[in-house]
Each structure stands twice: as structure tokens, then as C-alpha cells.
């Protein structure tokens, strides 16, 4: 069957529509995705799309973070997702699990973008019991 004008039309519909939903559209579209760093420096997050999901993976530490994951059991620390199974709530708050290395346990937590440099990180042990929060630093790439 021949390529009509009007069946270009439709392929390319198709393709736009795709596109438009593919991972790297929505990290294009949202402001959770890129690279944070966390309060005291010491490791570097990027929040990526994972599917319809977002993860957070390390992708820098300096050498104290990396020793005090290693001795919470968890080695390398670069490369490892922190961040795990998140699903969009709402535009820029997310809730999944964290991991955090030092203690090796994971725990619930949500990801809230504040504006485009600043997203606050909260971790709870049981449920929204006993939690904490961090404000986090969008690194310019």
C-alpha cells in the first residue's frame, strides 16, 4: 500500500504522540528530573524517569559518604539508586522508597520540588512516623 499525504499525517501523529510520553520527554516536562546534591555536599543524586516511575542514582560521593556506606554494608556507593519505585502523586511531589546506605535499611519517603533549584526530601521509618527531611540543591549541568 502506497504512503499517502494523509497517511504520513497519521505516522507522524503517532511518532509525536510517543514522543511525547517517552521518558525523556517527562524529564524534559518536569522539574523533578536532574542532578541534587544533598545538604552537606557529600553526594550527588540524579533523578531520572524509570519507566512511568522515577529513581534517583548516585552519580558522585566524596570519599566520607563512600566510606560510611561501606561500612553501613553498602559497596560502591556510586551507581547505586537511593531513590526507588517513585510515583508521581501530583506535578513535583513524589512518594516511594528511600535506601539509605549508611544504615543499610530503606524506608518510605516523598520528594517535593520547592521551586527549580530546591526539592525537599522526606524519609519516614514506619508509615509518616518518626520522620526526617532534607533540602536538596539542583546541580546546574
Not at 74 to 90: A, H, K, S
Not at 117 to 127: M, S
Request: charge should be positive; hydrophobic fraction near 40%; include cysteine.
Amino acid at each position: 500500500m502506497p504512503f499517502t499525504r494523509t497517511s504520513l499525517a497519521y505516522i507522524c501523529a503517532a511518532v509525536s504522540c510517543v514522543l511525547l510520553v517517552s521518558p525523556a520527554s517527562l524529564a524534559a516536562q518536569d522539574r523533578s528530573f536532574g542532578i541534587w546534591r544533598n545538604p552537606s555536599g557529600s553526594v550527588h543524586v540524579r533523578a531520572e524517569p524509570c519507566g512511568e516511575r522515577m529513581c534517583g542514582v548516585v552519580v558522585w560521593a566524596n570519599d566520607k559518604a563512600k566510606n560510611d556506606a561501606r561500612r553501613g554494608g553498602t559497596d560502591p556507593l556510586v551507581g547505586l539508586r537511593l531513590f526507588r519505585d517513585f510515583v508521581q502523586e501530583r506535578p513535583g511531589v513524589w512518594r516511594g522508597r528511600v535506601f539509605v546506605p549508611d544504615i543499610g535499611k530503606t524506608f518510605s519517603g516523598t520528594v517535593s520540588i520547592i521551586d527549580d533549584d530546591t526539592l525537599i526530601g522526606r524519609g519516614c521509618l514506619l508509615g509518616r512516623v518518626g520522620c526526617r527531611s532534607q533540602q536538596w540543591t539542583r546541580i546546574a549541568q
